[in-house]
C-alpha cells in the first residue's frame, strides 16, 4: 500500500545533539495537526547516544563526514531529499513550545503571498541560561539594529523557520559557511518575496557560555555578517561599548543575584570587540 506524501519536511543538522536533541524528535512526534510530515536528518559525525535514540523513530537519516559540513551546502543537501510543499529548518537544540508550533508555522501558508515562515524562540525558566539571551538584549549591537530597520523587523533565523519548497528551488543557500538564512533573507527581499513572523510557533531555545566559547560566538557572528554583506566598524564597536542602556541592565542583574559569571559581567564590552574582530579579520568559521 502506498503512502501518501508527507505535506512538510522537517530538516535537521545534527552532530552531538544530547539530551536537547532527543527531546527534541519526541516533541517533534506529539505534535497536533493533522497532515503527513517527515523528518529528515543530516548528521555530521555524531559520537554521542542521540542517534542511536533517534533511529527508533521513523526518521530519514542521512550522514556526512564532519569535514564536509557548511551551513549553506549541507542544508541544501537537507532540503533536496525534502519531499513536503512546505520545508521546515529547526536548530538540533530548539524544543518545541507547544502540541501546536507545526500547525502555527506552516497556517500563514494559506496565504500565497508569504514565501517564508519565521518562528520565535522562547526562553524557559531555569537558571543555566545566560543572562543576557534571559533578559533579551544579547542582540544589542548596531548591526543587528540596522538589519531589523531594512528587514521590517525580522532577521531570518533557521533556528525555527519554514520555507515554500519551491522557493527555496529557485534561490538555494549555496556553498556559504554560515549565515545562509541572512544571505536567503536578502535574495527574499530583493526578489519582492514576503517573509511572516508567525508569533505562535515558539521554540525554547537557549545557551550558557564561558568566555571561550562566548568569543568563539562573537567572531562567528561577525563573520557571518560580513558574508551577509553588513560591515560592523570601529565606529559600531565604540558606539556599541559606549551606550548606557545594557549598563542599568547590568547592574540590576548584580543587584538582583541574576548575573552569575564575570563573563556577564564583560559582555557588554566583549561582544562589540570580537564582533569587530570576526568581521575584519576572521577567515573561517569557528566549530
Excluded at 66 to 72: A, I, T, V, Y
Excluded at 95 to 115: C, G, Q, Y
Aim: proline share 4%; charged share 25%.
Amino acid at each position: 500500500m502506498k503512502h501518501p506524501l508527507p505535506k512538510v519536511s522537517i530538516v535537521i543538522l545534527s552532530k552531538n545533539g544530547g539530551d536537547s536533541f532527543k527531546r527534541l524528535i519526541r516533541e517533534i512526534f506529539n505534535q497536533k495537526i493533522d497532515i503527513n510530515y517527515e523528518i529528515i536528518i543530516i548528521d555530521s559525525g555524531s559520537t554521542d547516544s542521540a542517534l542511536s535514540e533517534i533511529k527508533n523513530y521513523p526518521v530519514r537519516l542521512f550522514q556526512i563526514r564532519p569535514e564536509e559540513f557548511k551551513f549553506g551546502s549541507v542544508r541544501d543537501l537537507g532540503f533536496s531529499k525534502a519531499r513536503g510543499e512546505y520545508i521546515v529548518t529547526l536548530s538540533q537544540d530548539a524544543i518545541p513550545a507547544d502540541e501546536k508550533w507545526l500547525l502555527n508555522l506552516i497556517s500563514p501558508f494559506a496565504d500565497p503571498s508569504i514565501a517564508a515562515v519565521q518562528g520565535v524562540e522562547l526562553k524557559p525558566d531555569t537558571s543555566d541560561i545566560f543572562f543576557w539571551e534571559k533578559v533579551g538584549r544579547f542582540y544589542f549591537s548596531r548591526e543587528h539594529d540596522r538589519w531589523l530597520r531594512e528587514y521590517d523587523g525580522i532577521g531570518l533565523s533557521f533556528v525555527n523557520a519554514a520555507i515554500r519548497r519551491e522557493i527555496w528551488q529557485k534561490y538555494k543557500f549555496g556553498d556559504v559557511p554560515m549565515s545562509e538564512d541572512k544571505i536567503f533573507q536578502k535574495r527574499l527581499k530583493e526578489n519582492g518575496h514576503r517573509i511572516y513572523l508567525a508569533e505562535g510557533a515558539g521554540v525554547y531555545h537557549w545557551h550558557d557560555y564561558n568566555l571561550r566559547t562566548l568569543i568563539k560566538r562573537c567572531e562567528n557572528e561577525g563573520l557571518g555578517w560580513r558574508y551577509a554583506g553588513v560591515n560592523y566598524t570601529l565606529v559600531d564597536v565604540l558606539l556599541d561599548i559606549l551606550g548606557y542602556k545594557k549598563y542599568i541592565t547590568l547592574l540590576k542583574g548584580i543587584l538582583h543575584g541574576r548575573v552569575r559569571s564575570m563573563t556577564e559581567v564583560l559582555f557588554p564590552l566583549i561582544r562589540p570587540v570580537f564582533l569587530y574582530m570576526g568581521n575584519t579579520f576572521s577567515t573561517s568559521y569557528k566549530f
